[in-house]
C-alpha cells in the first residue's frame, strides 16, 4: 500500500497494491495493521456506509460537531470527485481544502480524520461510494457547509447542476457561520 500526503498532510491518499492477470484483480481494500502504521494512531471504525448516486449528485459538506467521524472513502463503481475540508481552527491548514478523483479503475481511497468536512460529485454515469467511519452517525450533530461556499472557493468539476443537491445540502451554512473543532 502506498501512502501519500496530501496539501493538508493528515489527510491520506491511499493506493493499494493491485495483482492482476487475465482472470481480473486482487487487492486488500483495508488492513488494521497496515492502515494505522500509515496513519500513526490506532483506529476503531464502527460503521460501513455504501451509497449510489447518479452523474451530477453532489452530497456534503457534511460533519459532526460531536462524535465527529474520520472517514476511510472508496468508489468500487464510477468515479466522484472527493472533498475535505479542515475543521480545526487550531490546525495551519484550517479552512482549506482538498480534492481527488477516486474511482473503481484508480482503487484509491482517502483517509480524512475527525475535525473535516466531507462531501463528493458524481463524475461518472453513477457510483457507488463506500466509507468506513470511526463514530457513529448523530442526526442531532449533524452540521452542514454549503458545497457552493464563496470563501472555501472549491473546484469543483463542471458537473453541477443544482436540482441534484439535496435540500438539506442547500441549505447548509455559509463557512464564516459554521461550528468548528
Not at 491518499?13 to 493491485?18: A, D, R, S, T, Y
Not at 460531536?66 to 472527493?82: C, H, M, S, T, Y
Not at 438539506?168 to 459554521?178: T, V, Y
Request: charged letters at 30%; a positive charge; aromatic letters at 14%.
Amino acid at each position: 500500500m502506498k501512502v501519500t500526503p496530501t496539501k493538508i498532510p493528515d489527510v491520506l491518499l491511499i493506493e493499494p497494491q493491485v495483482f492482476s492477470d487475465d482472470r481480473g484483480f486482487f487487492f486488500e481494500s483495508f488492513n488494521q495493521r497496515k492502515f494505522e502504521e500509515a496513519i500513526g494512531r490506532s483506529v476503531n471504525f464502527v460503521q460501513d456506509n455504501h451509497s449510489r448516486s447518479s452523474r451530477g449528485v453532489l452530497r456534503g459538506l457534511h460533519y459532526q460537531i460531536k462524535q465527529p467521524q474520520g472517514k476511510l472513502v472508496r468508489v468500487i463503481a464510477g468515479e466522484v470527485f472527493d472533498v475535505a475540508v479542515d475543521l480545526r481552527k487550531k490546525s495551519p491548514t484550517f479552512g482549506q481544502w482538498i480534492g481527488e478523483y477516486l474511482s473503481a479503475e484508480n482503487k484509491r481511497q482517502l483517509w480524512i480524520p475527525e475535525g473535516f468536512a466531507h462531501g463528493f460529485l458524481v463524475v461518472s454515469e453513477s457510483a457507488e461510494f463506500l466509507y468506513k467511519a470511526t463514530d457513529y452517525w448523530a442526526p442531532e450533530h449533524e452540521r452542514c457547509i454549503r458545497w457552493d461556499d464563496k470563501e472555501l472557493r472549491i473546484l469543483w468539476p463542471n458537473l453541477i447542476l443544482k436540482k441534484f443537491v439535496s435540500c438539506k445540502d442547500n441549505l447548509g451554512k455559509k463557512f464564516e457561520s459554521a461550528e468548528f473543532f
